[in-house]
Antibody, heavy 120, light 107 residues
Framework: EEQLVESGGGLVKPGGSLRLSCAAS????????MNWVRQAPGKGLEWVSS????????YYADALKDRFTISRDNAKSSLYLQIHSLRADDTAVYYC?????????????WGQGTMVIVSS | DIQMTQSPSSVSASVGDRVTITCQAS??????LAWYQQKPGKAPKLLIF???NLKSGVPSRFSGSASGTGFTLTISGLQPEDFATYFC?????????FGGGTKVEIK
Protein backbone atom coordinates (compact mmCIF):
# COMPACT_ATOMS: atom_id res chain seq x y z
CA GLU A 1 0.00 0.00 0.00
CA GLU A 2 1.29 3.43 -0.92
CA GLN A 3 1.64 5.56 2.18
CA LEU A 4 3.04 8.83 3.49
CA VAL A 5 3.49 9.32 7.23
CA GLU A 6 4.44 12.70 8.67
CA SER A 7 6.06 13.31 12.04
CA GLY A 8 7.87 15.99 13.95
CA GLY A 9 5.06 18.37 14.74
CA GLY A 10 4.32 19.70 18.20
CA LEU A 11 4.13 22.77 20.39
CA VAL A 12 6.89 25.29 19.71
CA LYS A 13 7.55 28.75 21.11
CA PRO A 14 7.59 31.73 18.77
CA GLY A 15 11.04 32.10 17.25
CA GLY A 16 11.79 28.42 17.57
CA SER A 17 12.65 25.87 14.91
CA LEU A 18 11.22 22.55 13.86
CA ARG A 19 12.02 19.79 11.39
CA LEU A 20 9.13 17.88 9.94
CA SER A 21 9.63 14.46 8.36
CA CYS A 22 7.58 12.42 5.92
CA ALA A 23 8.28 8.72 5.48
CA ALA A 24 7.16 7.17 2.21
CA SER A 25 6.44 3.50 1.59
CA UNK A 26 4.81 1.30 -1.02
CA UNK A 27 6.14 3.18 -4.05
CA UNK A 28 9.43 4.22 -5.63
CA UNK A 29 9.92 7.49 -3.74
CA UNK A 30 12.96 8.54 -5.74
CA UNK A 31 10.96 8.89 -8.96
CA UNK A 32 8.42 11.40 -7.64
CA UNK A 33 8.57 15.10 -6.91
CA MET A 34 7.08 15.94 -3.51
CA ASN A 35 5.36 18.79 -1.75
CA TRP A 36 4.45 20.25 1.60
CA VAL A 37 0.99 21.77 1.98
CA ARG A 38 -0.36 23.30 5.18
CA GLN A 39 -3.79 24.04 6.57
CA ALA A 40 -4.38 26.46 9.43
CA PRO A 41 -7.20 25.49 11.82
CA GLY A 42 -10.55 25.97 10.09
CA LYS A 43 -8.90 27.39 6.98
CA GLY A 44 -8.12 26.31 3.44
CA LEU A 45 -5.10 24.65 1.90
CA GLU A 46 -1.84 26.53 1.35
CA TRP A 47 1.00 25.15 -0.75
CA VAL A 48 4.34 25.57 1.03
CA SER A 49 7.11 24.00 -1.04
CA SER A 50 8.03 21.44 -3.70
CA UNK A 51 11.16 19.45 -4.49
CA UNK A 52 12.05 17.56 -7.63
CA UNK A 53 12.73 13.84 -7.56
CA UNK A 54 16.49 14.22 -7.47
CA UNK A 55 16.54 17.36 -5.29
CA UNK A 56 17.84 19.46 -8.19
CA UNK A 57 14.96 21.93 -8.02
CA UNK A 58 13.18 23.38 -5.03
CA TYR A 59 10.28 25.81 -5.00
CA TYR A 60 8.74 27.85 -2.21
CA ALA A 61 5.79 30.09 -1.52
CA ASP A 62 7.27 33.59 -1.69
CA ALA A 63 6.14 34.57 1.79
CA LEU A 64 7.83 31.50 3.33
CA LYS A 65 11.05 31.00 1.40
CA ASP A 66 13.29 32.80 3.87
CA ARG A 67 12.33 30.54 6.79
CA PHE A 68 11.45 27.18 5.19
CA THR A 69 13.81 24.61 3.66
CA ILE A 70 12.64 21.49 1.87
CA SER A 71 14.91 18.49 1.41
CA ARG A 72 14.75 14.77 0.81
CA ASP A 73 16.78 11.61 1.27
CA ASN A 74 15.88 9.14 -1.44
CA ALA A 75 17.94 6.39 0.20
CA LYS A 76 15.65 6.68 3.22
CA SER A 77 12.47 7.42 1.21
CA SER A 78 11.99 10.51 3.32
CA LEU A 79 10.99 14.12 2.82
CA TYR A 80 11.80 16.92 5.24
CA LEU A 81 10.75 20.49 5.99
CA GLN A 82 12.95 22.64 8.20
CA ILE A 83 11.19 25.69 9.61
CA HIS A 84 12.99 28.54 11.39
CA SER A 85 11.76 31.63 13.25
CA LEU A 86 8.35 30.10 13.81
CA ARG A 87 5.43 32.52 14.16
CA ALA A 88 1.90 32.12 15.45
CA ASP A 89 0.55 32.16 11.92
CA ASP A 90 2.62 29.06 11.10
CA THR A 91 0.22 27.11 13.30
CA ALA A 92 -1.28 24.51 10.98
CA VAL A 93 -1.48 20.89 9.99
CA TYR A 94 1.40 20.20 7.64
CA TYR A 95 0.82 17.57 4.96
CA CYS A 96 3.33 15.97 2.64
CA UNK A 97 1.89 15.15 -0.76
CA UNK A 98 3.12 13.44 -3.91
CA UNK A 99 3.00 14.95 -7.40
CA UNK A 100 0.98 12.70 -9.67
CA UNK A 101 3.25 12.70 -12.71
CA UNK A 102 5.54 15.71 -12.72
CA UNK A 103 6.58 18.80 -10.84
CA UNK A 104 3.57 21.14 -10.84
CA UNK A 105 0.75 18.63 -10.94
CA UNK A 106 -2.23 17.27 -9.07
CA UNK A 107 -1.31 15.78 -5.69
CA UNK A 108 -2.41 12.16 -5.74
CA UNK A 109 -1.17 10.85 -2.39
CA TRP A 110 -1.28 12.68 0.95
CA GLY A 111 -0.08 11.85 4.42
CA GLN A 112 -2.31 12.17 7.48
CA GLY A 113 -0.61 15.40 8.49
CA THR A 114 1.37 16.59 11.50
CA MET A 115 0.15 19.46 13.67
CA VAL A 116 2.42 22.38 14.44
CA ILE A 117 1.30 24.78 17.17
CA VAL A 118 3.31 27.95 17.71
CA SER A 119 2.50 29.47 21.07
CA SER A 120 4.24 30.81 24.14
CA ASP B 1 0.15 34.25 -8.63
CA ILE B 2 -2.93 32.57 -10.08
CA GLN B 3 -5.99 33.18 -7.94
CA MET B 4 -8.63 30.45 -7.71
CA THR B 5 -12.08 31.74 -6.80
CA GLN B 6 -14.35 28.92 -5.66
CA SER B 7 -18.10 29.13 -5.14
CA PRO B 8 -20.27 28.66 -3.29
CA SER B 9 -18.48 28.53 0.05
CA SER B 10 -21.15 26.18 1.32
CA VAL B 11 -24.15 24.35 -0.04
CA SER B 12 -26.94 22.43 1.68
CA ALA B 13 -28.20 19.42 -0.21
CA SER B 14 -30.06 16.17 0.26
CA VAL B 15 -29.07 12.63 -0.61
CA GLY B 16 -29.74 12.11 -4.30
CA ASP B 17 -29.34 15.77 -5.23
CA ARG B 18 -27.10 17.06 -7.97
CA VAL B 19 -24.48 19.47 -6.63
CA THR B 20 -22.34 21.82 -8.72
CA ILE B 21 -19.23 23.61 -7.47
CA THR B 22 -17.36 26.12 -9.57
CA CYS B 23 -13.81 27.44 -9.63
CA GLN B 24 -12.65 30.45 -11.61
CA ALA B 25 -8.98 30.91 -12.43
CA SER B 26 -7.58 34.45 -12.66
CA UNK B 27 -5.68 33.52 -15.82
CA UNK B 28 -5.39 30.72 -18.35
CA UNK B 29 -4.38 27.41 -16.74
CA UNK B 30 -5.23 25.25 -19.74
CA UNK B 31 -6.73 22.05 -18.28
CA UNK B 32 -4.45 21.93 -15.25
CA LEU B 33 -7.14 21.80 -12.62
CA ALA B 34 -7.64 19.26 -9.86
CA TRP B 35 -10.43 18.65 -7.35
CA TYR B 36 -10.06 17.26 -3.84
CA GLN B 37 -12.43 16.03 -1.17
CA GLN B 38 -11.62 16.54 2.50
CA LYS B 39 -13.51 15.17 5.48
CA PRO B 40 -13.09 16.59 9.01
CA GLY B 41 -9.78 15.63 10.58
CA LYS B 42 -8.58 13.88 7.45
CA ALA B 43 -6.19 14.68 4.63
CA PRO B 44 -7.52 15.79 1.26
CA LYS B 45 -8.10 13.09 -1.33
CA LEU B 46 -7.66 13.64 -5.05
CA LEU B 47 -10.88 13.13 -7.00
CA ILE B 48 -10.23 14.59 -10.43
CA PHE B 49 -7.08 15.68 -12.27
CA UNK B 50 -6.57 17.56 -15.53
CA UNK B 51 -10.09 19.03 -15.34
CA UNK B 52 -12.10 15.90 -16.07
CA ASN B 53 -10.08 12.76 -15.37
CA LEU B 54 -11.32 10.65 -12.47
CA LYS B 55 -8.67 9.19 -10.23
CA SER B 56 -8.88 5.40 -10.12
CA GLY B 57 -11.45 4.27 -7.59
CA VAL B 58 -13.44 7.52 -7.53
CA PRO B 59 -17.16 6.93 -8.16
CA SER B 60 -18.48 7.96 -11.54
CA ARG B 61 -21.06 10.28 -9.94
CA PHE B 62 -18.19 12.77 -9.71
CA SER B 63 -17.39 14.63 -12.91
CA GLY B 64 -15.41 17.68 -13.95
CA SER B 65 -15.68 20.09 -16.83
CA ALA B 66 -14.40 23.44 -18.01
CA SER B 67 -15.43 26.47 -19.99
CA GLY B 68 -12.58 28.88 -20.62
CA THR B 69 -11.03 29.69 -17.25
CA GLY B 70 -14.06 28.41 -15.35
CA PHE B 71 -14.15 24.88 -13.98
CA THR B 72 -16.97 22.80 -12.53
CA LEU B 73 -17.18 19.81 -10.23
CA THR B 74 -20.53 18.03 -10.40
CA ILE B 75 -21.74 15.36 -8.02
CA SER B 76 -24.69 13.57 -9.62
CA GLY B 77 -26.75 11.79 -7.02
CA LEU B 78 -25.23 12.89 -3.73
CA GLN B 79 -24.46 10.03 -1.34
CA PRO B 80 -24.12 10.22 2.47
CA GLU B 81 -20.36 9.75 2.21
CA ASP B 82 -20.08 12.80 -0.08
CA PHE B 83 -20.80 15.31 2.66
CA ALA B 84 -17.40 16.96 2.94
CA THR B 85 -15.41 19.99 1.86
CA TYR B 86 -14.18 20.24 -1.71
CA PHE B 87 -11.19 22.21 -2.98
CA CYS B 88 -9.97 23.03 -6.46
CA UNK B 89 -6.27 23.48 -7.23
CA UNK B 90 -4.47 24.86 -10.25
CA UNK B 91 -1.54 22.75 -11.41
CA UNK B 92 -0.38 25.05 -14.18
CA UNK B 93 2.42 26.91 -12.46
CA UNK B 94 4.08 27.70 -9.14
CA UNK B 95 2.95 28.72 -6.66
CA UNK B 96 0.30 26.00 -6.60
CA UNK B 97 -2.91 27.65 -5.45
CA PHE B 98 -6.15 26.31 -4.09
CA GLY B 99 -9.70 27.57 -4.07
CA GLY B 100 -11.18 28.57 -0.73
CA GLY B 101 -13.25 25.40 -0.43
CA THR B 102 -16.92 24.44 -0.62
CA LYS B 103 -18.56 22.69 2.31
CA VAL B 104 -21.34 20.34 1.22
CA GLU B 105 -23.73 19.99 4.13
CA ILE B 106 -26.80 17.90 4.76
CA LYS B 107 -30.06 19.76 4.24
Amino acid sequence: EEQLVESGGGLVKPGGSLRLSCAASGFTFSTYSMNWVRQAPGKGLEWVSSISSGSTYTYYADALKDRFTISRDNAKSSLYLQIHSLRADDTAVYYCARDMHQVVDALDLWGQGTMVIVSS
Amino acid sequence: DIQMTQSPSSVSASVGDRVTITCQASQDISNWLAWYQQKPGKAPKLLIFATSNLKSGVPSRFSGSASGTGFTLTISGLQPEDFATYFCQQANSFPLTFGGGTKVEIK
